[in-house]
C-alpha cells in the first residue's frame, strides 16, 4: 500500500537559515509521482512540484530545491535562506499514476515557522 | 487571469439536505479533482476526474458524488450531507506541459453540517 511520511510535525527556524523537509514514501509501484504543496497561513494550498519516479535528477527553483533519493524511497525539500514569506504548513504527496488526478495520498503535513 | 472557483465559499446546512459545491475552471484543464481537509487527517482526495465523463474515486469517496459533464466543471455532491462530512473542500485543475505539471486549486470551501 501506498504510505508518505513527513515525521517533521513542526519546525521553527530563524529567517536566513536553511531547512530541509523530509519527505520518505513507500510504495510497490515501479512508476509514480511525487509532489509538495504548499499552504500558508492564508488557507490557500498551492501546488510546487511534482518529481516522476524515474527522474531522480535534483530539481532546484531559486530558493527552493528538491531532492530525490530512490535508494532511501525519499523526497526532500529544501529552503535556502528561508523567509519569513516561507512560514506555511508543506504537504508532500505521492500518486501512483499519471498525474495529480490520479489517485493521491499525502503526507501529514510540516509546519514550519520562520522567526524574524 | 488562470483560475479555479469554488460556489460557496461558506455553508452551514443541516443533516440530509442535498447539497452541491461548484467547481469551474477557465484554463482548459483535463483533469480536475477535490480533496477534503480535517485537522488531525489532513488532506484526502476524494474524487478526481482525468476527462469529460471520465470520473473515479480517491481515497475517501463515500457520501460524495462528482459529475463531469463538461471540461470546465466538476461539481461535488452531498446527496444527504452528515455532520462527519464536516470539512474545508478544495477543488484542483491540472495540466501537463512538456512533460511537467502544473496545478491550480480553488479557494476552498468550509461546509459545516448539523
Known amino acids: 500500500a501506498q504510505k508518505v511520511t513527513q515525521a517533521q510535525t513542526e519546525i521553527s527556524v530563524v529567517e536566513k537559515e536553511d531547512v530541509t523537509l523530509d519527505c520518505v514514501y513507500e510504495t510497490r509501484d515501479t512508476t509514480y509521482y511525487l509532489f509538495w504543496y504548499k499552504q500558508p497561513p492564508s488557507g490557500e494550498l498551492v501546488f510546487l512540484i511534482r518529481r516522476n519516479s524515474f527522474d531522480e535528477q535534483n530539481e532546484i527553483?531559486?530558493?527552493?530545491?528538491?531532492?530525490?533519493?530512490?535508494?532511501?524511497?525519499?523526497?526532500n525539500f529544501t529552503i535556502t535562506?528561508?523567509?519569513?514569506?516561507?512560514?506555511?504548513?508543506?504537504?508532500?504527496?505521492l500518486s501512483e499514476a499519471y498525474s495529480s488526478a490520479s489517485k493521491i495520498i499525502f503526507g501529514s503535513g510540516t509546519r514550519l515557522s520562520i522567526r524574524p | 487571469e488562470a483560475q479555479v472557483t469554488q460556489n460557496p465559499r461558506y455553508l452551514i446546512t443541516v443533516t440530509g439536505k442535498k447539497l452541491t459545491v461548484t467547481c469551474s475552471q477557465n484554463m482548459n484543464h483535463e483533469y480536475m479533482s477535490w480533496y477534503r481537509q480535517d485537522p488531525g487527517l489532513g488532506l484526502r482526495q476524494i474524487y478526481y476526474s482525468m476527462n469529460v465523463e471520465v470520473t473515479d474515486k480517491g481515497d475517501v469517496p463515500e457520501g460524495y458524488k462528482v459529475s463531469r459533464k463538461e471540461k470546465r466543471n466538476f461539481p461535488l455532491i452531498l446527496e444527504s450531507p452528515s455532520p462527519n462530512q464536516t470539512s474545508l473542500y478544495f477543488c484542483a485543475s491540472s495540466y501537463w506541459t512538456s512533460g511537467q505539471e502544473t496545478q491550480y486549486f480553488g479557494p476552498g470551501t468550509r461546509l459545516l453540517v448539523l
Open chain 1, 61 to 75: 527553483s531559486g530558493r527552493y530545491s528538491w531532492n530525490f533519493q530512490k535508494s532511501t524511497s525519499s523526497f
Open chain 1, 81 to 93: 535562506a528561508s523567509q519569513v514569506v516561507d512560514s506555511a504548513v508543506y504537504f508532500c504527496a
